[in-house]
């Protein structure tokens, strides 16, 4: 086991732990030391197997249940096994091209798992060293130009666990193997037949055509290069590629070349930072509360924040609000000491300012409310206009105001001339419209267009008249005097078809009393 620290894009000088009681505990004391940050462990096992399948087109929650089932037929005393959807076949019924990958043997991490659950270390995921190579081949050939990728390639790159070779096709990852060097531990004189027994591996499972060109790029330190380029010479269905390792760190702006591909391996986990290669199967517990935390913390800040900038907001409003507050108290002043200096110099008024808008105020009350004859006026005039058969011969309009003496009180009598001179009597409020436009009445005499002693059609249009009048709001109407005299214990007189200048028989006379 070897623990780095990921800090500024940059690693740490790793520690090493045996794979004893004495290095796990050595490891349970790191971790207590720096545990509370999140774990990415990368398993780089002989034990790690990859298989192809072909599953039906499935999508959805089914293509998810038909693979994990396939997967645990497959794969059935490990939990960290994952199936990776590589596209769909050409051929047939166009199935799904499926790579099955697991660590067979999870005794292997279990000492280390469970240390970091003990220590409650926020594991993020498990991590395969081979996926992390596909990604670490794409950023060479990235850097290597616009030249199109092979369509089979083999990465070798040398390892804390030995020689791993990785085979892709199409840029999908379908093998890999860890090779473990010769007794003599001579890197170079083991990649090129264990090239060779690769290469026949991926031809006997028809990977790989007999005719097919196999790219093989070899990832060593630099002292190295010149020599491994000797040993490794192309053949017919081979191509080498001998890179130094400081070219892949300068794809990853990795500061110094590593002697190993495990750090740039960790380079490309911690800056990528993917999803768990396999599942963790519950132990991501302290993960999950890690991420919670660190999201309510964020939230806290950002709503501290908020508070904070809202806070100054109102001390900013507040102090311009005091300016301004200011400026209109001492411009207040400045108009008060000059409406002051310009009325000392004025003669004195004949009435005060409160008398002077009191009387302004009347003069718009009486303006509104005073007993003006214009509304039953032109109520009267509006009923004429749809009453073509009534003509009107005589108004007599006044304004009653409750308590006011009558003519009869006054002793005089309408028309007439008094011997002496008498005092006005003082007009009463009430008959100005103050507080409130007093009661109108209005007499109204008219005539009946119709034929000779025709009392049916008179009297009809007398009616109808009277009750277009008294649908006005606020408006009564009584009817003070008919054309003729229809009571029962009245005597007739006169003879019908011959005209009477005596009398008017079209003539009737209506009280209209309108209460605003």
């Not at 794969?75 to 959807?85: E, K, L, Q, S």
Request: aromatic share 6%.
């Amino acid at each position: 086991m070897q623990a780095w620290q990921w800090h500024g894009g940059a690693l740490s000088h790793a520690a090493v732990f045996p794979p004893t009681r004495t290095g796990v505990d050595d490891f349970l004391g790191y971790l207590e030391q720096h545990g509370a940050r999140p774990a990415y462990l990368v398993a780089d096992l002989i034990e790690e197997d990859f298989t192809r399948h072909l599953l039906p087109h499935v999508g959805g929650r089914a293509g998810r249940k038909l693979r994990a089932r396939r997967l645990a037929q497959q794969y059935r005393d490990t939990g960290y096994r994952a199936a990776i959807v590589q596209g769909r076949a050409e051929a047939g019924r166009r199935d799904d091209i499926v790579l099955f990958t697991a660590l067979t043997n999870p005794a292997i991490l279990a000492p280390w798992v469970d240390a970091m659950t003990l220590v409650q270390t926020p594991l993020a995921g498990i991590y395969s060293a081979t996926l992390l190579s596909c990604a670490l081949l794409e950023h060479i050939d990235e850097r290597g130009g616009d030249a199109p990728r092979p369509h089979h390639q083999l990465l070798v790159t040398l390892q804390s666990g030995g020689l791993r070779q990785t085979y892709l096709q199409g840029g999908e990852l379908k093998f890999s193997r860890l090779v473990q060097p010769g007794e003599d531990g001579d890197v170079a004189d083991t990649i090129a037949p264990e090239t060779r027994r690769t290469q026949l591996f991926l031809t006997s499972v028809r990977l790989l055509e007999r005719d097919d060109m196999l790219h093989v790029t070899v990832l060593v330190p630099a002292d190295a290069v010149d020599e491994l380029a000797q040993r490794c010479e192309d053949g017919p269905t081979t191509t080498y590629r001998v890179l130094d390792i400081g070219t892949a760190a300068r794809a990853l702006n990795v500061a110094h070349a590593p002697v190993l591909a495990d750090e740039l391996l960790l380079h490309v986990l911690g800056r990528t930072t993917p999803d768990s290669h396999y599942p963790l199967d519950g132990k991501d517990t302290f993960y999950r509360l890690w991420r919670m935390r660190l999201s309510l913390y964020a939230s806290s800040a950002v709503l501290a924040t908020m508070c904070l900038a809202w806070t100054v907001a109102n001390l900013v409003g507040y102090s311009i609000a005091q300016g301004n507050a200011s400026g209109l108290q001492s411009e207040r002043a400045h108009y008060l000491a000059a409406y002051r200096n310009s009325m000392s110099s004025m003669p004195p008024a004949v009435a005060r300012t409160a008398n002077m808008k009191a009387a302004v105020q009347i003069d718009r009350m009486v303006a509104q409310q005073g007993p003006w004859p214009l509304h039953m006026l032109a109520t009267v005039s509006e009923v004429l206009e749809r009453s073509p058969q009534i003509r009107l011969t005589q108004l007599e309009w006044r304004a009653t105001v409750p308590g006011a003496p009558t003519e009869a009180a006054t002793g005089t009598v309408p028309g007439t001339m008094s011997g002496s001179p008498t005092l006005a009597a003082p007009v009463s409020s009430l008959a100005l419209g103050i507080p409130k436009a007093p009661p109108q009445t209005l007499r109204l005499q008219a005539e009946v267009l119709a034929g000779q002693d025709n009392y049916r059609n008179v009297l009809e249009s007398m009616n109808a008249f009277a009750q277009q009048l008294a649908r006005t709001p606020h408006m009564t109407v009584e009817i003070a005097q008919l054309p003729f005299d229809i009571r029962s214990n009245v005597k007739l007189s006169g003879s019908v078809g011959v005209a009477n200048s005596g009398e008017d028989r079209t003539r009737f006379t209506l009280d209209l009393v309108w209460t605003p």
